[in-house]
C-alpha cells in the first residue's frame, strides 16, 4: 500500500511525507478514527516511505528492495500485532493477515474475523502476544532504517499484554517506531496515549468518496452519491451497501421483527425474535446492536425533516415512514442507553438469551412513549 492508494486526507498524507522529509519520525503514533476511513491503509504507506531507499516527493519508489518486500508485506522489519482467536499469537495467523490484506485495503473487524472463520469468536490480543514482540523488538534491524511494529486495534489488547507494550515504548530503541492504529481510543490504556503522537484521521472527503466509488466499481454518479452519503465517509462502509452483504439484509430483517414484537406486545414474538438474536455469535450480536443503534438516531433525525441529515437505503427509509414516529425525544436517549449497555454486557460474556429477552421487554416498554 502506498500513500496513493490510500482514498482522500491529502493534507495527512502531505504532514506525515514532511515529517519524514524533516527527520521528524516520533518512536509512537497512534492513527484514530472511525472504521473504514483508512487509518491501516495510511500506517503501512507510512511505514514503508520511512523505509524506502529512494523516497520520491509524494510517495515511496516502488522499485528499490525494501518497496518490493512491502509489497508482500514480508519485509523483515515490518511487524504486525492483530486480534486473533483460539488464544494464538498474530504469527500463527500472519499468512492469512497477509492474503486479508493484500485483497482489501478497507476493511472492517468483522471482515476479518469472518475471513479467519471465526465469526463467533471474540477476536483478541493475547496475553502471549507480548513475548513475541518482545522477542522481536530485541532484534537488531535487518536491513532498513526502522523497525516498524504496526499494532493493528490495540483496544483489542489483554491488559498484561497491553502494559507490556507500554514498557517498550517508554524505552524503545533509536530505530523502532510503533504505529497504533484504533477505533476506539477511549479503550486503549492512558499511559500508552500520553506515549504515543496522535493523528486523528477524519471520515473521507464525500467528492473523494464519490471519485473512487465510480472509479473501483464502475457506478454511474448518482448512485454513487447516494451510497457515500449513506456511508458517511467510511469507505468499508461504500464496499458494504455496495455488496450488499447478507449481515445487512438479515439485521434489517431482526429489527423489524425485534420492533413489530415490541410494538404488538406479542410475548410469543418476542421470545421468538430474542431467542433468534441470541444465537448468531457474539461478534454478528455486537454489530446487530450497533446496526440498531444507527437506525435509532435515523429515524429521529428523519422526524425533523431534515433529509440531508439522514442516511438510509430505500428499505429503512421505507419502513422508517411508518416506525420513524415511535421514535422521539421522550424515549431516544434511553433507547441509545439500553441498547449500550446490551452491547457492553454481550462484550463481557453475559447469557445473550437473557440479555436480548430483557432487552426486547424494555423495548415494548419504550416503545409506549
Known amino acids: ?60 519508489c516502488g522499485r528499490c528492495p525494501s518497496c518490493q518486500k512491502f509489497d508482500k508485506l514480508i519485509h523483515p522489519d515490518l511487524h504486525f500485532v492483530f486480534p486473533v482467536v483460539k488464544s494464538k499469537t498474530s504469527d500463527d495467523y500472519l499468512s492469512e493477515w497477509r492474503n486479508f490484506l ?16 471465526a465469526e463467533n469468536a471474540q477476536g483478541t490480543i493475547y496475553a502471549k502476544e507480548s513475548d513475541e514482540i518482545i522477542r522481536k523488538l530485541n532484534l537488531k534491524v535487518y536491513e532498513a532504517a526502522y523497525k516498524v511494529m504496526i499494532v493493528w486495534l490495540p483496544e483489542k489488547m489483554h491488559p498484561v499484554c497491553a502494559n507490556k507494550l507500554l514498557k517498550l515504548i517508554e524505552e524503545p530503541s533509536d530505530d523502532t517506531v510503533f504505529l497504533l492504529v484504533s477505533e476506539d481510543l477511549e479503550n486503549v490504556l492512558p499511559t500508552i496515549q500520553s506515549r504515543c503522537q496522535l493523528t486523528h484521521i477524519r471520515s473521507i472527503e464525500y467528492p473523494e468518496m464519490v471519485a473512487s466509488i465510480c472509479s473501483i466499481y464502475g457506478l454511474d454518479v448518482n448512485a454513487a452519491k447516494s451510497i457515500a452519503h449513506i456511508a458517511n465517509g ?6 458494504g451497501i455496495i455488496q450488499y452483504s447478507e449481515n445487512g439484509e438479515y439485521f434489517f430483517k431482526l429489527f423489524k421483527e425485534m420492533m413489530r414484537a415490541s410494538v404488538s406486545r406479542n410475548i410469543k414474538a418476542i421470545k421468538l425474535v430474542a431467542n433468534e438474536i441470541a444465537g448468531i455469535g457474539r461478534e454478528m450480536q455486537k454489530s446487530y446492536l450497533l446496526y440498531c443503534l444507527r437506525l435509532f438516531r435515523e429515524y429521529f433525525i428523519s422526524n425533523l425533516n431534515r ?4 442516511y438510509l437505503n430505500t428499505e429503512e427509509g421505507e419502513f422508517g415512514e411508518r416506525f420513524a414516529p415511535f421514535i422521539n425525544e421522550k424515549n431516544i436517549q434511553t433507547f441509545d442507553d439500553e441498547f449500550q449497555l446490551a452491547h457492553r454486557q454481550i462484550e463481557q460474556n453475559g447469557n445473550p438469551k437473557i440479555i436480548f429477552l430483557d432487552l426486547c421487554l424494555k423495548s415494548t416498554m419504550l416503545l409506549k412513549k
Open 1 to 60: 500500500m502506498y500513500f496513493r492508494d490510500v482514498i482522500g486526507l491529502i493534507d495527512v498524507k502531505e504532514r506525515l511525507i514532511d515529517s519524514v522529509k524533516r527527520g521528524l519520525v516520533p518512536h509512537a503514533r497512534i492513527f484514530s478514527g472511525q472504521e473504514g476511513v483508512g487509518k491501516l491503509p495510511l500506517a503501512i504507506a507510512y511505514a514503508r516511505y520511512l523505509n524506502c531507499s529512494d523516497r520520491g516527493e509524494d510517495d515511496a
Open 102 to 117: 493484500n485483497q482489501n485495503a478497507y476493511f472492517n473487524f468483522n471482515n476479518w474475523l469472518s475471513y479467519i472463520n
Open 234 to 239: 467510511s469507505f468499508s462502509a461504500a464496499v
Open 307 to 310: 433529509k440531508e441529515m439522514v
